[in-house]
């Protein structure tokens, strides 16, 4: 992000606070509550985003060097990835070539060879089958044909991306139009996992990706935690295609009032929301990114599930090296779980009550505010993707 885009957001930001306004989607949208109910909807989400479509899987930081791996299952597939002797990131089906057993059931670790744990066929991190054990028993085997299948995949910007299908595409720089430049300038690659952890929520699961669309709720839902660091009602807003980037508003921003502009830096004042369809949230905070991926149970509209993961920054992991270094990585820590437990105990418990709420008929429609454009922009791209009208709006 250039300096000029630095200011322009800090300057939006105070302009907002100043004259009581905020961003402004030019209207009022309904969505029917069938988008989250509905199980044929559910059904195509499925299958159109999540069994067809790149997705995010973690950070280049979750695969740390040669001969690291990661298995996944959130798109109910067993999915492989690895990182080889040269440092080429590779996705495969963790599904053994011989007899369809899961080959590799660790969640991460160490290996430059995968051996079945039925007969111990073994496959190299680049996914070749190397060993068939008693092959004069069980007759030849043609190598060069067996080796796992191999998802379409790409490491760019820091992020591990795999289409779960085999004949799918991949093409990220399509998919992030102009926001490519952007998150390759945060250089995310340069980042070390820290932790992982997992909410399962009664709820459709695009009720957990509209708890992050506005900042209207920051000083009720969140009057005791986040509204001590951030001004509510207040954040500027930028569409990137099917993506978006939403900058909250930090208290903070208030000690740059006297300062020159050329030494204004944004994350000073705001924290960057990156929201990569369909289903991830990317949060920069100033110690290392949140990566927040939410997914469906399958084509079930009543129930998902959330992945958060930490990242710290390299400065910060050299932990031991005095008090003052330990106590800083303590800290930052300490931030980032409590922030995860702001959205496990007070955002995803009013989005599963909506949920309830929702499912006891009491209305067709919510209602999106003018101040809520995120939300008007994640409805009108599902909708757009399942080639359905966009969001009713209703003139005001
Ligand atoms: S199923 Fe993997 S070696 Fe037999
Ligand atoms: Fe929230």
Same mark, same amino acid.
């Given at each position: 992000?250039?300096?000029q885009?630095?200011v322009?957001?800090i300057?939006?930001l105070?302009?907002?606070?100043?004259?009581d306004?905020?961003?402004?989607? &030019?209207g009022q949208?309904?969505?029917?509550?069938?988008s989250?109910?509905?199980?044929d909807i559910?059904?195509k989400e499925?299958?159109?985003?999540?069994?067809?479509?790149?997705?995010?899987? &973690?950070?280049?930081a979750d695969?740390p060097?040669p001969?690291?791996?990661?298995?996944?299952?959130?798109l109910?597939?067993?999915i492989?990835c690895?990182r080889?002797?040269?440092?080429?990131?590779?996705?495969f089906l963790?599904?053994c070539?011989?007899?369809?057993?899961?080959?590799?059931?660790?969640?991460?670790?160490?290996k430059?060879?995968?051996?079945c744990?039925f007969?111990?066929? &073994?496959?190299a991190n680049?996914?070749?089958?190397?060993?068939?054990p008693?092959?004069?028993?069980f007759?030849?085997?043609d190598?060069?044909?067996?080796?796992?299948?191999?998802l379409?995949?790409?490491e760019?910007?820091g992020l591990?991306?795999v289409?779960?299908?085999?004949?799918g595409e991949i093409?990220?720089?399509g998919?992030?139009?102009?926001?490519a430049?952007?998150?390759?300038?945060w250089?995310?690659?340069?980042?070390?996992?820290n932790s992982e952890?997992?909410?399962?929520h009664s709820m459709?699961?695009k009720?957990?990706i509209?708890?992050?669309g506005?900042?209207y709720?920051?000083n009720t839902?969140h009057k005791?935690?986040?509204?001590n660091?951030?001004?509510?009602?207040?954040?500027m807003?930028d569409?990137? &295609?099917?993506?978006?980037?939403?900058?909250?508003c930090?208290?903070n921003?208030?000690?740059?009032?006297?300062?020159?502009?050329?030494d204004?830096?944004?994350?000073l004042?705001?924290l960057?929301?990156?929201?990569i369809?369909?289903?991830?949230?990317?949060?920069?905070g100033q110690?290392?990114?949140t990566l927040?991926r939410v997914y469906?149970?399958?084509?079930?509209?009543h129930q998902?599930?959330?992945k958060i993961?930490f990242?710290l920054?390299p400065e910060?992991t050299e932990?031991?090296?005095?008090e003052?270094g330990?106590?800083?990585?303590?800290?930052?820590?300490?931030?980032?779980?409590g922030?995860a437990?702001?959205i496990?105990m007070?955002d995803y418990?009013?989005?599963?009550?909506?949920?309830?709420?929702?499912l006891?008929g009491?209305q067709e429609?919510?209602?999106?505010?003018?101040?809520?454009?995120a939300l008007h922009?994640?409805?009108?791209?599902?909708?757009?993707?399942?080639?359905?009208?966009?969001l009713e709006?209703i003139?005001?």
């Open positions: 992000m250039d300096h885009e630095h322009r957001i300057k939006g105070m302009h907002y606070l100043d004259t306004t905020n961003v402004d989607a &030019g949208a309904r969505n029917p509550v069938s989250y109910l509905c199980p559910a059904l499925w299958e159109t985003f999540f069994q067809d479509y790149p997705h995010v899987l &973690g950070m280049s695969l060097k001969g690291s791996f990661l298995t996944n299952n959130d109910k597939k067993p492989l690895t080889d002797k040269n440092g080429e990131f590779h996705a963790n599904v070539r011989h007899r369809g057993t899961i080959l590799e059931n660790e969640s991460r670790g160490q430059n060879l995968f051996s744990p007969h111990a066929w &073994g496959y680049n996914g070749n089958l190397i060993t068939v008693k092959e004069n028993h007759g030849p085997v190598k060069s044909c067996n080796g796992l299948v191999k379409p995949c790409s760019k910007y591990l991306w289409n779960p299908n085999p004949e093409d990220v720089d998919i992030l139009g102009d926001l430049p952007e998150l390759e300038s250089q995310l690659n340069r980042y070390i996992a952890t997992t909410y399962d459709n699961w009720l957990a509209d708890t992050f506005e900042t709720h920051f839902l005791d935690t986040l509204a660091d951030f001004y509510g009602n207040a954040q807003y569409t990137h &295609g099917r993506n978006h980037r939403m900058m909250l930090l208290r921003i208030d000690t740059l009032r006297n300062q020159p502009e050329k204004w830096n944004v994350l004042a705001a960057p929301i990156y929201y369809f369909p289903n991830i949230q990317l949060i920069l110690q290392g990114p927040v469906p149970d399958g084509d079930n509209p998902s599930f959330s993961n990242y920054s910060l932990i031991g090296i005095d003052e330990k106590k800083r990585y303590e800290s930052a820590q300490e931030r980032m779980q922030f437990k702001v496990q007070e418990v009013a989005a599963a009550s909506a949920h309830q709420g929702m006891s009491a429609y919510l209602t999106f505010g003018r101040n809520e454009p922009h994640y409805h009108n791209t599902y909708r757009e993707a399942l080639g359905m009208p966009p709006r003139s005001n």
